[in-house]
Antibody
Framework: QVQLQESGPGLVKPSQTLSLTCTVS??????????WNWIRQPAGKGLEWIGR???????NYNPSLKSRVTISGDTSKNQFSLQLNSVTAADTAVYYC?????????????????WGQGTMVTVSS | EIVMTQSPVTLSVSPGERATLSCRAS??????LAWYQQKPGQAPRLLIY???TRATGIPARFSGSGSGTEFTLTISSLLSEDFAVYYC??????????FGQGTKVEIK
């Protein structure tokens, strides 16, 4: 059973870089047919898709965050990571990593079928 | 960017009753619409994709319908574990994938 687990600092200072890692167990990020995503949720608010990583190394980002975001993968560690630069208080949120199973048996299209538990990141001095 | 609008914001329902949640897209998303359930302190869980296909392990009391710009999630007979926030998500036109603001289903 595939599981995702986020990790990283819970507190980041304004103007600095937020860095999170998602460790995947029970499956490989190198397997075809999957995208690996980051999604965030400010307290009491809705969900915002940040971007995704594909095993080929390709990435796609939310245009509203594109200038500040980098998502990358480390197949040797079976992890993918999020970097968000120049953070402000508006970036305070629970950050989730999530899988999209877009192709192959059991796929559900571009929907997020497996999620990590989420990690709270606060931007404050 | 496609804007997803959910209604109502809050739905008060008694256990055993039927709940009907709506989601409207600012432009057609065909049937590329998903529904998620989120309980306090938990990650969202995929319920429905393709507007009407239940995800693995989702009980039959959850059903989805609609296409184009108007979609509905119906919970036929609410159980206590169904009280949660529900989100719709379009995956027809990107970037970005977008979510609705959520409907909270609370106990009446």
């Amino acid at each position: 059973q595939v599981q995702l687990q986020e990790s990283g600092p819970g507190l980041v200072k304004p103007s600095q870089t937020l860095s999170l890692t998602c460790t995947v167990s029970g499956g490989s990020i190198s397997s075809g047919g999957f995208y690996w995503n980051w999604i965030r949720q400010p307290a009491g608010k809705g969900l915002e898709w940040i971007g995704r990583f594909y095993t080929s190394g390709s990435t796609n980002y939310n245009p509203s965050l594109k200038s500040r975001v980098t998502i990358s993968g480390d197949t040797s560690k079976n992890q993918f990571s999020l970097q968000l630069n120049s953070v402000t208080a508006a970036d305070t949120a629970v950050y989730y990593c999530a899988r999209v199973h877009y192709y192959g048996s059991g796929s559900s299209g571009d929907t997020f079928d497996i999620w990590g538990q989420g990690t709270m990141v606060t931007v404050s001095s | 960017e496609i804007v997803m609008t959910q209604s109502p914001v809050t739905l008060s329902v008694s256990p055993g009753e039927r709940a009907t949640l709506s989601c409207r897209a600012s432009q057609s998303v065909s049937n590329n619409l998903a529904w998620y359930q989120q309980k306090p302190g938990q990650a969202p869980r995929l319920l429905i994709y393709g507007a009407s296909t239940r995800a693995t392990g989702i009980p039959a009391r959850f059903s989805g319908s609609g296409s184009g710009t108007e979609f509905t999630l119906t919970i036929s007979s609410l159980l206590s574990e169904d009280f949660a926030v529900y989100y719709c998500q379009q995956y027809n036109i990107w970037p970005p994938w977008t979510f609705g603001q959520g409907t909270k289903v609370e106990i009446k």
